[in-house]
């Protein structure tokens, strides 16, 4: 059994050469992000990933405070993220605390990147947080929304999630390889993350 | 909204017809299984659809006994996949209750299916059943399993998961189109399938 501990998260660079090798896939960027309900029970849905928050280890992903999961994670605010790349067959699992910053967050620093979070989409991904209500029955006249101000700042509608990891578990499938890697506190209190081989 | 019931299960035809667009692509019958843990966290890993029950909705899945999913189900037995396909834009979130049937199963229906899902893998695919225990820390020296006696029935910790559908929610991105798919009981007590249309 081989360990080692590092300050920096390996997995990271790990995760950063998965998404450059397979970066010629549009679905590549695609994950599935479990969640648990409020009457315990998993769910399951597909986000996409939407970078980093700058300098830290934190997973950005956009969201519509309308959607259960929301509603998820204010019961329990861990989830886990499987991401697989379809292209060179590497799985990622990444578990942790999730952050949400809405539009009533009062936190000016997390304000601000719920802004730019908003502006890095495209003006046309920016109009479905205009629609109704997902996930509730279809009316068949829907009010349609064609047009936003493009510099018009985030609608309420508009969550900005940041997933704070805690445990990976990396997967190789051509190589049959497996990496568990977790987090610890050093005696100062520091985060430290190890990694060690673990059977596939 | 418009809104339907029948008594057989109108997404079953939509995800066979994806599974058959799709069928090209090797990671297409990979699916993300989301469940929760004793710890009440959710837990989300890559699997591989193994296929209809015979005449049923069950989906099966293989997977090692040993695995952290079995103390997952065993504590909460609901589970929800999320099927993306790259292909055609589909997403398919299927929510239900999941049996394992694994060898201490005392029906004799069950361990025949679990008999003849062994024997519909590969002789390969069958090898790493009898590999160290996943998950665990590896050591450096492992014994190797390279073969295995084609006719030889199921091993210890091979076990059959069957997933029976109650809630399916399906999402086109091409047309961008929702239906919701549910369970309910007539007043024979017989199931049967509602669907409607839901904003995306």
């Given at each position: ?89 590497e799985q ?60 018009a700042g ?47």
């Amino acid at each position: 059994m081989s360990s080692s501990a590092t300050a920096t998260a390996t997995w990271k660079q790990l995760l950063l050469n998965s998404i450059n090798s397979n970066s010629h896939l549009k679905h590549s960027t695609y994950f599935q992000l479990a969640t648990v309900g409020i009457n315990g029970r998993p769910s399951n849905r597909t986000v996409v990933f939407r970078g980093f928050q700058d300098g830290t280890n934190k997973i950005q992903i956009n969201t519509d405070s309308r959607t259960r999961k929301i509603d998820d994670l204010k019961h329990c605010p861990f989830a886990e993220v499987c991401w697989y790349f379809t292209e060179t067959w590497e799985q990622f699992r990444i578990h942790g605390k999730v952050d949400m910053i809405d539009a009533s967050n009062s936190d000016p620093d997390k304000l601000k990147q719920r802004e730019a979070a908003w502006f890095a989409g495209s003006v046309r991904s920016r109009l479905q947080y205009l629609g109704p209500t997902p996930g509730i029955p279809s009316l068949d006249e829907q009010p349609s929304h064609d047009s936003l101000d493009p510099s018009a700042g985030p609608v309420d509608a508009f969550c900005l999630l940041l997933l704070d990891p805690e445990q990976v578990d990396y997967l190789n499938l051509k190589s049959n390889e497996r990496l568990a890697f977790s987090t610890r506190r050093s005696f100062n209190g520091e985060k430290f993350w190890t990694q060690y081989k673990v059977n596939p």
